[in-house]
């Protein structure tokens, strides 16, 4: 399974106007191609940070739809903001639900970068150490791990049932993340907090 996020910086006033336009309009038209399996997006409001995610059931999948692709992208940033969208691709090394998440629901991402002669101890890190204390922390929903083979960057996205949930558990997920990164030789390079604004992803459980 492989993923295509776009980062968009987007100006405040615009955000919601940029979340219709990818659930009514984009949504429905990226489903119909090929291998698409789902689609989400991640809102901070303070930042404007905004990233679309689509995923892909083969790499070859996600590769032949960037042409097609790239004027749709580049229609939402130029609506939501200015300059162009940062576009990366990723495989999903791990995806664990627990259940779906609900309006409201919230994310934590964090993006890393791992020698990738080490990238494989540091998914099992992820998946042995870091996913079964997730999954004890309270609103605990879902949590992600993309990964770049070639670089060694990661990104791991864990949500919760609500913004109250994410804020309560801070602390405890910072004393976490700090243990896992270090014993799977990460460096974490950002951290961010968003809404869950579109959750549309059909991604099977990938442990």
């Given at each position: 399974m492989y993923a295509r996020?776009?980062?968009i910086n987007a100006r405040p006033e615009s955000i919601d106007a940029g979340i219709t336009q990818l659930r009514d309009e984009v949504m429905p038209m990226i489903l119909e191609l090929d291998g698409c399996i789902g689609l989400s997006m991640l809102v901070d409001r303070e930042s404007g940070r905004c990233i679309a995610t689509s995923a892909w059931q083969s790499e070859e999948a996600m590769r032949a739809t960037d042409e097609e692709l790239r004027?749709?992208?580049d229609r939402l940033a130029?609506?939501?903001g200015s300059g162009s969208p940062k576009v990366e691709e990723w495989e999903i090394a791990v995806l664990h639900?627990?259940?779906r998440s609900a309006e409201g629901a919230c994310v934590r991402a964090t993006w890393?970068?791992?020698d990738p002669a080490n990238l494989e101890r540091a998914i099992d890190?992820?998946?042995m150490a870091a996913l079964p204390r997730l999954e004890d922390l309270a609103g605990f929903c879902s949590a992600s791990l993309l990964i770049d083979r070639a670089s060694g960057r990661c990104v791991s996205s864990v949500s919760y049932d609500s913004l109250e949930a994410m804020d309560n558990n801070r602390e405890a997920a910072a004393s976490m993340r700090?243990?896992?990164t270090k014993d799977a030789g990460a460096e974490v390079v950002d951290v961010g907090e968003f809404e869950l604004a579109?959750?549309?992803l059909r991604v099977p459980e990938l442990t």
């Open positions: 996020s776009t980062t004027p749709v992208r130029d609506q939501m639900r627990d259940h890393m970068k791992v890190v992820y998946k700090s243990a896992t579109l959750a549309h």
